[in-house]
Nanobody, 119 residues
Framework: VQLVESGGDMVQAGGSLKLSCKAS????????MTWIRQGPGKGPEWVSA???????DYIDAVKGRFTISRDNAENMLYLQMHDLKPEDTALYFC??????????????WGQGTQVTVSS
């Protein structure tokens, strides 16, 4: 199992970024996937999740600003982020599983990509 995130960068508040996660080594299209983030000095929190059937969920802090999507043909997971805020600054991980259930299984996360939002 391998999950490789990319797309993190430093942006100004109000900017946009699109994160990508390339999955391999498992049946991607049959698995729910989640984006998790961990800000400086904070515990990890799940941000957004998507089921195999494209049912999605978001934490309140990102609703209306972030969009999760997946391309099962390419084994890719995405997170489009708009109107970024300094509080979105974090290391972002993609993970196998649904939402909060992913938080206790670090082995199912990738290595992360850093998003830094300056005010």
């Amino acid at each position: 199992v391998q999950l490789v995130e990319s797309g993190g960068d430093m942006v100004q508040a109000g900017g946009s970024l699109k994160l990508s996660c390339k999955a391999s080594g498992f049946f991607f299209s049959g698995i729910s996937m989640t984006w998790i983030r961990q800000g400086p000095g904070k515990g990890p929190e799940w941000v957004s999740a998507i089921s195999p059937g494209d049912v999605t969920d978001y934490i309140d802090a990102v609703k209306g600003r972030f969009t999760i999507s997946r391309d099962n043909a390419e084994n890719m997971l995405y997170l489009q982020m708009h109107d970024l805020k300094p509080e979105d600054t974090a290391l972002y991980f993609c993970a196998r599983g649904w939402a909060a259930a992913t938080l206790s299984r670090r082995i199912d996360w990738g290595q992360g990509t850093q998003v830094t939002v300056s005010s």
